[in-house]
C-alpha cells in the first residue's frame, strides 16, 4: 500500500509543477501551530489546501469565508490518508466576489426586501407555554441537551421533536418540510437548532428557502445556530435568538425552581402583611371595644337616673298617694269613677277606694 501512495504522490508532484488556482476560500481553519488549513473551490469542483506557517505569515491579512483569490500552489498527496491537496506558497484576492459570498449577499437583500429581518414583526414569548416542538437532527448532541433543559426547568411541558439533517445536500429539503409540519400542530414555540461547525455546515441556515419557512411559522420561533459567536440569516428572521440550544429552551420555558422560590417569598410575604394587618386590625378593635363599652355604661346610667326622675314624678301623680292623705274615690257597680252629686241616686250601692282597699257604701235617702 505505501508503495502505491508513494508512486502516486510522486507522479502528482511531478505532472503540474507549481500552479496558479483560482476558486474561493472556504471552511478557514488556524491552527495553534500556525499552519491554515482550507478548502478551495468554484462552481465544479473543490480541493482541500495547506498552507504552512512560514508562508501564511507573509500574507497581510486572512481571507475570511467566501474570498476570492488567486492561489500559489504544488499539488501533492497527504499520504497517510491518499488525500489529494493542494500545498499554498502565495495568496492573491481577485477583484470579484466568490461564489458563496455572491450568494449571500443576494439572500440578504430578497430578505432584507421583504421586511424579514424587521424587528417589528418579532413576537414575544408565552410565560408559561405547554407544548415546544423542537427542529433538529436526531442524531446530535443538540438534542440531549435539549431535553435534559426541559425536563429539569418545566416537567410538565409536552416536547415535539421533528427530525431534520441540518448540513449537507438534504439540511434544506428536510427543514423546509419540517418547518411547515409545525404549522399542523398545536404548540407554543418553535426551537430550530443545531450545534456548533464550519461555515459550510451551517450554510443550510443561510438559505432562502428555509429562512421564509422559519418567517411562515404561526408561533414564535427561536433560533439557535451553531455556537455563540455564529450568526446566520436564521438567526435574524427568527422571533428571538440564542447563542446555544441549551440557552434557547432556558428561554422557552420559566425555571420551576425558580417560580417556586419566587412563590415562596411572596408568601411570607403575604403571611406577614396580613398578620401586621391582623395585628392592627385587632388593636383597633380592642379600641373601639372600650369606647364603646364606656359610652354603653354612660348611656345606661344617664337612662336610669332619667327613669328615676320619671317614677318619681309619676308617683307623686299617682292616685294612691292622693289616697294616702284621707281622700276616697267613690265607684260604681261597673267601676266606673263618680264625680257628680246627681249620680248618687237614694238606694244607690257603690264603694269607697281608699288608700287601703274598697268599703261598700248605700246612698240613703234625704
Known amino acids: 500500500m505505501a508503495e502505491v501512495v508513494g508512486a502516486l504522490k510522486t507522479a502528482v508532484e511531478s505532472c503540474l509543477g507549481q500552479i496558479w488556482v483560482k476558486g474561493e476560500v472556504t471552511e478557514l481553519k488556524v491552527y495553534q501551530s500556525g499552519h491554515w488549513y482550507f478548502t478551495l473551490r468554484d462552481a465544479d469542483a473543490q480541493i482541500r489546501c495547506v ?24 499539488p501533492s498527496l497527504w499520504e497517510e490518508r491518499a488525500d489529494l491537496r493542494l500545498s499554498a506558497v502565495n495568496m492573491l484576492p481577485t477583484a470579484g466576489v466568490g461564489l458563496q459570498q455572491l450568494a449571500l449577499e443576494r439572500t440578504r437583500e430578497a ?18 407555554p ?52 409545525v404549522n399542523r400542530m398545536e404548540v407554543d414555540v418553535c426551537i430550530i ?59 422557552a420555558v420559566p425555571d420551576r425552581r ?35 363599652r364606656h359610652r354603653m355604661d354612660g348611656r345606661v346610667t344617664a337612662d336610669r337616673e332619667r327613669v328615676g326622675r320619671l317614677g318619681a314624678q309619676l308617683d307623686a301623680l299617682s292616685p294612691l298617694r292622693v289616697l294616702g292623705r284621707g281622700y276616697a274615690v267613690p265607684r260604681g257597680a261597673g267601676g266606673q269613677v263618680l264625680r257628680r252629686r246627681g249620680e248618687f241616686a237614694p238606694g244607690l250601692g257603690f264603694s269607697l277606694r281608699v288608700s287601703d282597699g274598697d268599703v261598700p257604701a248605700r246612698v240613703e235617702p234625704a
Open 51 to 74: 498552507m504552512w506557517k512560514t508562508y501564511a505569515q507573509r500574507l497581510k491579512a486572512r481571507p475570511v469565508d467566501g474570498t476570492e483569490v488567486y492561489l500559489l500552489a504544488r
Open 111 to 128: 430578505l432584507t426586501r421583504d421586511g424579514l429581518f424587521d424587528a417589528a414583526r418579532k413576537r414575544s414569548l408565552p410565560p408559561f
Open 130 to 181: 405547554r407544548s415546544v416542538v423542537v427542529i433538529t437532527s436526531l442524531e446530535g448532541a443538540a438534542l440531549h441537551d435539549l431535553v435534559n433543559v426541559a425536563r429539569r426547568r418545566w416537567p410538565a411541558l409536552r416536547l415535539y421533536v421533528i427530525g431534520s439533517a441540518v448540513q449537507g445536500e438534504q439540511a434544506e429539503p428536510e427543514l423546509v418540510r419540517a418547518l411547515g409540519l
Open 193 to 251: 437548532g443545531r450545534g456548533g461547525g464550519s461555515r459550510e455546515d451551517l450554510g443550510a441556515f443561510n438559505l432562502e428557502s428555509v429562512c421564509r419557512a422559519i418567517a411562515a411559522v404561526r408561533v414564535p420561533v427561536i433560533a439557535a445556530i451553531g455556537h455563540e459567536t455564529d450568526v446566520s440569516f436564521a438567526d435574524l428572521v427568527a422571533d428571538l435568538r440564542a447563542p446555544t440550544p441549551s440557552a434557547a429552551m432556558e428561554l
Open 258 to 292: 425558580e417560580l417556586l422560590g419566587r412563590m415562596a417569598a411572596l408568601s411570607s410575604g403575604l403571611a406577614g402583611g396580613l398578620s401586621r394587618r391582623t395585628r392592627l386590625l385587632r388593636e383597633r378593635l380592642y379600641r373601639a371595644e372600650d369606647r364603646l
